[in-house]
């Protein structure tokens, strides 16, 4: 999801980094969609990425930007133990060997997606930026392994990489999938389109989210900062908001009224509950914020006043 | 070296947890030496443990008690990429996938010896035990992903891991190997036999150290501890004694005199000086400590009088 939106900014903008894009190639499990009316040659490849030699193809054409975005999500992650484990160790690792084995002075710029599930509780009240990685779930556990890859390959001059810590995103568009954090976003999504969506947890969980919006920019200023800035500490915390379930819900019947908001049932789900109750809440994200990356929203009513214009042109489901 | 002491203070006790020893299998890449007069049977096994397969057979009675030693050390992996990532993570991994596909109930102690590596530079005066891990050497990077692994198999009843953050050992006996830390055992060992010694950095270096005394007593304790108490957060930083290069060349001085000492050679080096200006100087390892962790030695001076006992017969060379 965050891809196809990442390709569409890409698409709008035709520029990164100050220079114009001359090709652009998408992989991923399922062929993803060929854009219409692209300014510049798009190629799509479907396959598993984490098979021997995919990896080596996609480099052979020596891109100078590569988002990984590839993932098993947390909720499919820990219930099938070796495809997390291929997917998101094998799969970044055979991604970051076939950079660092392309030579010829190959050193592409690398944004790799982690998240906040890197994190375990229990937490300070805000998490800092020296907050050590202690995952509760298989997924933050491949995540951070992730970041440890990319600081050690980037220290060693085989790729220029940042990784960044995507706060949840809400509202995410589209049906839902495994992630276990889906609620957050089904909880708005559904209702905003007229129909019933499942609350698995009590409103005082708190939890951090940011737009799908933020985080195309966040993408595309990982790609474009002066990575110089971050050091040998390349792995960096987004911002964004810190709200609770039942902040969620006050904000979605400012916005869309009582009406939709009563399109919630609340059904406790106790292997979403436990995972929940391991994940962040809140953050100090002061690096990122340095390195210049901000959000495109200042409030939970911005977060869904931005789906209601970026996905629901402008109009919910009353 | 850390391996073959504790197999002699194992062999001298012949219990662990309170219960007899049954059987003791080493293995190592080289054949270790059969030990004489065991009160129990010994097997020692060749090879490399990270092949396909070794693993496997390493399990296969189903030991309850594993301690993972096995690395290359932090020079080598620098110097070697391939070579410190096969043996350290994939090795790793290899060993604790035999454990989890065992299968039958199958859940060891599993002890794995981290490094004071997995932290680098800057640091506050002190490292708390939330400290983040950003390591600034490959040799570092492959002991957090250890950790974060054994953490994980952990979490889901794979086995019972304990990783922990062993000090450098000092004074690390026998003669020099290829650790980028050799010279702070190496500038008080090669003196007390007589030998002249090279010091490769300036005297105002301050690192983190404890005896192999102390070292064998933190992996008998690891083995041994109710894990329940760590919770989670498995991988602990072991207590030490923070000192500079000229604290340990007074202590020498204390202990062993002025001749001794003199036969320290400054010769500048600037790959060594370069790794060590990244390692961690001082700890503040509370948790280690809450959950029953001790050192052998109050002093550096302690630490050289254990290596005069321990390895020397009580005696050197004056």
Known sequence: MIGRKLTEQLLRDGRLSGREISKMTLQDVVAPAKPANAGFPVETLAGDFALPGVAEKLVANRPEMIFHLAAIVSGEAELDFDKGYRINLDGTRMLFDAIRLAGGGYKPRVVFTSSIAVFGAPF??????????????????????GELLLADY??????????????????????????????????????????????????????????????VGFLI??????????????????????????????????VAGEKVAARIKREPDHFIMGIVAGWPRNFDPKRALALGFTTAEKTFDDIIRIHIDDELGGQFVN
Not at 193 to 204: C, H, I
């Open 154 to 215: 980037s220290r060693r001059g085989f790729m220029d990489g940042v990784g960044i810590r995507l706060p949840t995103i809400c509202i995410r568009p589209g049906l839902p999938n495994k992630a276990a954090s889906g609620f957050f976003s089904g909880i708005l999504r559904e209702p905003l389109s007229g129909k019933e969506a499942v609350l698995p947890v009590s409103e005082d969980v708190r939890h951090w989210h940011a737009s799908p919006r933020s985080a």
């Open 221 to 254: 200023h990982a790609a474009t900062m002066d990575t110089a800035k971050a050091g040998a500490r390349r792995n960096l915390t987004m911002p964004g908001i810190s709200a609770t379930v039942g902040e969620q819900i006050a904000a979605l019947k400012r």
């Open 124 to 145: 300070p009240d805000a998490i800092g930026d020296e907050f050590f990685t202690t995952p509760l779930l298989s997924y933050g556990t491949q995540k951070a392994i």
